[in-house]
Every structure is written in C-alpha cells, then in structure tokens.
C-alpha cells in the first residue's frame, strides 16, 4: 500500500463504518422479525413500536 499513518486511519475508519452499518442491518432485520412474530400474536401496538425501531436503525445505517 504505501500509506502514511493518517491515510491508514481513512482506510481503517471506513472499513469500521462499514462494518457497523451492517450490523446494524442485521439487528434491524430482527426487530422486523420479531414485529412480524407480535403482529401475529395480536400485538400489534409492540409490533409498531418494533417496526419503528427497526425503521430509525435502518436509516441510521444508511447514513452511516
């Protein structure tokens, strides 16, 4: 590579974000499973709470 220490702190940071955001990802999509498992249990009020959730994780990962 090459790289001086700060352009290695780029590389490694962004690999790290990266990685965070998916994650993120996954958890979000395990929230939405276990909406998807209230819902059908009649719990639709902890359901939506979940949904929610799920909904800001992802879009926090989006922004990552």
Known sequence: ?????SEMCIRDREEMV???GEVIDEQAEALDARADALEDAGMEGEAAELEAEAEAMEDQADGM
């Open 1 to 5: 590579y090459g790289l001086v220490g």
């Open 18 to 20: 990266e990685a965070q």
